[in-house]
């Protein structure tokens, strides 16, 4: 049973590893469509910035020119009052009016401009953010952990997993999943993304970097993770939080040796996001089913003992049943005899006339010996 498991399992393992070759293919492609898309948001971001500041620009001359024409108007409304007294109050409360519409205008664009600055300068503040958490090598790492613990949790139960796993020699794995026997399989995430950002600008140079980075990272979960007489298996995770990193190291070679080879030979599995998700899936399953064998164990450990109780109580009903039927043929008997001995009884307080010959009953005695096989 054990052995189909594992097959079933392998068989899973190895069409999920392949459908997430064309998922992570996919991926990659997506995300240097979101980086291209990054790139082409901080261009716009600058590009409207520069438009701003043009637009201020404008808004200050136009605030020129309207108190040019405001002093323009007021001159012209002094004159005009100066020189004939036929302007009318109305016309007054007119020119006021536009004054103070052009006024308000003025005011509302001044303030939608200053939300299109603020929203400018928070959009510049999140892109530096997240620039931040990809460009430092410790905050790459925690966001690795981050993601790791979210697919262990979302995989398996809370029991079958440590995170921060603490070795004798003083290293700490990223996680552990916790195996039968107290067997323990070492995770340990870790993300080299510099190196593979320079790749697009430097070319071959950089892809050595890259081949040397990582099998650094390999030597060093060899080493310090897969450790058998402290209960881990004979192979490690490497768990690289992007896509297109993993799908880099996938097509990356060392002095003509592939990567995955070299992984191999130190015997420590690469995996990304999705194919993790893979074998914790299969991982999860396999420990189901040796829970499942388990039981069925128990439970046929307990069907063992009541089939033992029921033959001891077989043997004690047999028992029982003997000494009834012993205890029926001696109720017979006995009812035989009582009958007899009602009848004789009978005969000898008959009249005298009336009683019938003695001599033809059978038993001449009121209670006969018991017979040997009456039973007690």
């Given at each position: 049973?054990?052995?189909?498991?594992?097959?079933g399992?392998?068989?899973?393992?190895?069409?999920?590893?392949?459908?997430?070759?064309?998922?992570?293919l996919q991926?990659?492609?997506?995300e240097?469509?979101?980086?291209?898309?990054?790139?082409q948001?901080?261009?716009?971001?600058q590009?409207?910035?520069?438009?701003?500041?043009?637009?201020?620009?404008?808004?200050?001359?136009?605030?020129?020119?309207?108190g040019?024409?405001?002093?323009?108007?007021?001159?012209?409304?002094?004159?005009?009052v100066?020189?004939?007294?036929?302007i009318?109050?109305?016309?007054?409360?007119?020119?006021?009016?536009?004054l103070?519409?052009?006024?308000?205008?003025?005011?509302?664009?001044?303030?939608q401009l200053?939300?299109?600055?603020?929203?400018?300068?928070?959009m510049s503040?999140?892109?530096?953010?997240?620039?931040?958490?990809?460009?430092?090598?410790?905050?790459?790492?925690?966001?690795?952990?981050?993601?790791?613990?979210?697919?262990?949790?979302?995989?398996?139960?809370?029991?079958q997993?440590?995170?921060?796993?603490?070795?004798?020699?003083?290293?700490?794995?990223?996680?552990?999943?916790?195996?039968r026997?107290?067997?323990r399989?070492?995770?340990?995430?870790?993300?080299?993304?510099d190196?593979?950002?320079?790749?697009?600008?430097?070319?071959?140079?950089?892809?050595r970097?890259?081949?040397t980075?990582?099998?650094?990272?390999?030597?060093?979960?060899?080493?310090?993770?897969?450790?058998?007489?402290e209960?881990?298996?004979?192979?490690?995770?490497?768990?690289v939080?992007?896509?297109?990193?993993y799908?880099e190291?996938?097509v990356?070679?060392?002095?003509?040796?592939?990567?995955?080879?070299y992984?191999?030979?130190?015997?420590?599995?690469?995996?990304?996001?999705n194919?993790?998700?893979?074998?914790?899936?299969v991982?999860?399953?396999?420990?189901?089913?040796?829970?499942?064998?388990?039981?069925?164990?128990?439970?046929?450990?307990?069907?063992?003992?009541?089939?033992r109780?029921?033959?001891?109580?077989?043997?004690?009903?047999?028992?029982l049943?003997s000494?009834?039927?012993?205890?029926?043929?001696?109720?017979?008997?006995?009812?035989?005899q009582l009958?007899?001995?009602?009848?004789i009884?009978?005969?000898?307080?008959?009249?005298?006339?009336?009683q019938?010959?003695v001599?033809?009953?059978?038993?001449?005695?009121?209670?006969?010996?018991?017979?040997?096989?009456?039973?007690?």
């Amino acid at each position: 049973m054990s052995t189909w498991i594992a097959a079933g399992a392998a068989a899973a393992v190895l069409f999920l590893l392949f459908w997430q070759l064309g998922q992570a293919l996919q991926l990659r492609r997506r995300e240097e469509e979101t980086q291209n898309r990054m790139q082409q948001l901080q261009r716009d971001l600058q590009t409207l910035a520069g438009q701003a500041q043009a637009f201020s620009q404008q808004i200050g001359q136009m605030g020129q020119l309207v108190g040019q024409k405001m002093d323009s108007v007021t001159q012209a409304l002094h004159k005009g009052v100066a020189d004939s007294a036929q302007i009318t109050a109305q016309a007054q409360a007119a020119m006021s009016g536009e004054l103070r519409s052009s006024r308000d205008m003025l005011a509302r664009v001044q303030l939608q401009l200053g939300e299109f600055q603020e929203a400018g300068r928070g959009m510049s503040q999140a892109t530096q953010k997240l620039q931040e958490i990809l460009g430092g090598a410790k905050s790459r790492g925690q966001l690795g952990e981050v993601t790791l613990e979210r697919l262990l949790e979302d995989s398996l139960p809370s029991s079958q997993y440590s995170m921060q796993y603490r070795f004798s020699s003083g290293e700490t794995a990223d996680a552990v999943v916790l195996l039968r026997d107290a067997k323990r399989l070492a995770i340990d995430s870790k993300f080299p993304l510099d190196a593979y950002r320079r790749m697009a600008a430097e070319g071959d140079a950089a892809r050595r970097d890259f081949a040397t980075a990582i099998k650094s990272h390999v030597d060093a979960i060899a080493k310090k993770y897969i450790v058998p007489e402290e209960g881990t298996l004979d192979f490690a995770l490497m768990f690289v939080p992007s896509e297109n990193v993993y799908y880099e190291l996938l097509v990356a070679d060392s002095k003509g040796q592939p990567m995955p080879d070299y992984c191999r030979e130190r015997r420590v599995i690469a995996v990304s996001p999705n194919t993790l998700y893979a074998y914790l899936c299969v991982i999860a399953m396999g420990l189901r089913g040796l829970q499942i064998e388990e039981d069925a164990r128990r439970l046929y450990a307990n069907l063992s003992g009541m089939q033992r109780q029921m033959e001891k109580f077989a043997e004690v009903f047999e028992t029982l049943g003997s000494h009834l039927k012993n205890a029926q043929q001696t109720y017979g008997a006995a009812d035989k005899q009582l009958d007899k001995a009602e009848n004789i009884l009978g005969n000898m307080l008959a009249p005298a006339g009336e009683q019938p010959d003695v001599a033809a009953e059978s038993e001449p005695t009121l209670f006969p010996a018991r017979s040997a096989n009456s039973g007690s």
